[in-house]
């Protein structure tokens, strides 16, 4: 494989955002699974993230034993977990627009390789 095509076709890790909406209390926790990403949010975190989504701002939930950061991207990014500040979620356009009609009744998302779960 050449260079430009290796260059076209990686994957770049996102990166935290500078600022972020913070939710304290919101509860969500991520799992991995036969290739995919699990998010697990709590029913007090759906709506802050569905918010988040509609104003197409980065939101870190802290209210788990990892912050969760989930951030609007303009490209596909892979998931990455940062030692020191926990996992950094990115999602497209897509799949913001599909989040921002979230509510609290439990429900699943499922995107290529990603899923959200409110519980």
């Not at 007090?44 to 870190?60: G, N, S, T």
């Not at 788990?64 to 490209?75: E, K, M, N, Y």
């Not at 596909?76 to 500040?85: F, G, I």
């Not at 439990?106 to 990603?114: A, K, M, N, S």
């Amino acid at each position: 494989m050449g260079f430009l095509a290796r260059w076209l076709n990686s994957e770049k890790l996102p990166e935290l955002p500078e600022e972020a909406l913070i939710a304290d209390h919101a509860r969500a926790e991520v799992r991995t699974a036969a290739g995919y990403v699990i998010v697990v949010l709590a029913t007090d975190a759906a709506p802050a993230v569905a918010r988040a989504c509609r104003q197409r701002q980065p939101i870190q939930l802290r209210g788990g034993d990892r912050h969760v950061t989930i951030t609007p991207v303009p490209r596909s990014r892979k998931v990455a977990l940062d030692p020191e500040h926990g996992w950094i979620i990115p999602i497209t356009d897509p799949i913001c627009t599909a989040l921002a009609a979230m509510t609290s009744t439990p429900h699943t998302f499922e995107f290529d390789g990603l899923a959200f779960v409110v519980e």
